[in-house]
């Protein structure tokens, strides 16, 4: 039996809502091997991050290679890449060792408000990460601090994914979350547009929405699917695991990691 297998290169989250476990959790859901690359621990719940310490560069790439040498990666996916040290060492890693497909979350602000990417890690991630990514998936803000544009529209969002896509990646993913109306994610790949829609879930529990929709992209990449196939079962399986969440904590609950599993 073939054993697909995914890299996570992440933060990790105590409160278990986001991050490399939030990864971990998308990954078994939906039949994958998950592997993980720790770029940082941080103190959070679902209210606030309340302490980050970042692991050095080299553990970040001694963990790459390690990985990489012995069990390998059908897709990789990043999270919380914090400082440009770390995105750099990441990058390395990649281009030494890995040839498989990457999904770039650019996590820059925790869903509590707090910051995840330094300022001046911006530039380090938009020039050597992103065009190493087969897909990166940036929320509205993200999608506006990548393209350098305000989002108030659909049309906007159509704006800044070419913005984004002539940074290098293949294909971007801006996702609709933030705009109001039914959530649209609009996937660009350089040709045209694919336009994904669901419902919206009226919900509070969304703490780690974007990580997991980022490793469920890498989940069926890394079983095969095409890219556009990818996304659709991702907006699935993201949308159906907010109308199962349920509250843990006193802010902003996780998903339902595990909802197709009874």
């Known amino acids: 039996m073939r054993i697909y297998k995914a890299m996570t290169i992440a933060g990790s989250d105590s409160g278990g809502g986001a991050g490399i476990q939030a990864d971990l959790k998308t990954f078994a859901a939906n039949g994958v091997y998950g592997t993980t690359v720790l770029t940082a621990i941080t103190a959070q719940n679902t209210k606030a991050v309340t302490a980050v310490q970042e692991v050095s560069p080299e553990v970040v790439l001694a963990q790459m290679e390690a990985v990489f040498i012995d069990i390998g990666a059908d897709a990789v996916k ?10 750099e060492a990441v990058v390395e890693g990649l281009k030494r060792f890995s040839s498989a497909p990457l999904v770039v979350d650019p996590v820059m602000v925790a869903k509590s408000g707090d910051r995840l990417l330094r300022e001046d890690a911006v530039k380090s991630l938009r020039e050597n990460l992103l065009p190493l990514a087969a897909v990166v998936t940036p929320n509205v803000p993200e999608a506006e601090a990548l393209a350098e544009m305000r989002i108030e529209s659909a049309e906007d969002a159509r704006r800044a994914a070419v913005r984004i896509q002539e940074q290098g990646p293949r294909a971007v993913v801006v996702k609709g979350g933030h705009l109001p109306g039914d959530a649209v994610d609009r996937l660009y790949d350089g040709e045209g547009f694919r336009e994904f ?3 919206r879930v009226e919900t509070e529990n969304t703490h780690g929405t974007g990580c997991t929709f980022a490793s469920a992209i890498a989940a069926g990449l890394a079983k095969g699917m095409g890219l556009g196939d ?3 079962s991702a907006k699935e399986y993201v949308t159906e695991g907010l109308r199962h969440s ?3 904590g006193g802010g902003h609950g996780p998903l339902n990691h595990f909802w197709g599993m009874g």
């Open 230 to 232: 990818a996304v659709a």
């Open 78 to 87: 990043t999270g919380m890449l914090s400082s440009s040290e770390i995105i």
């Open 246 to 248: 349920y509250g843990i």
């Open 197 to 199: 829609t669901s419902a």
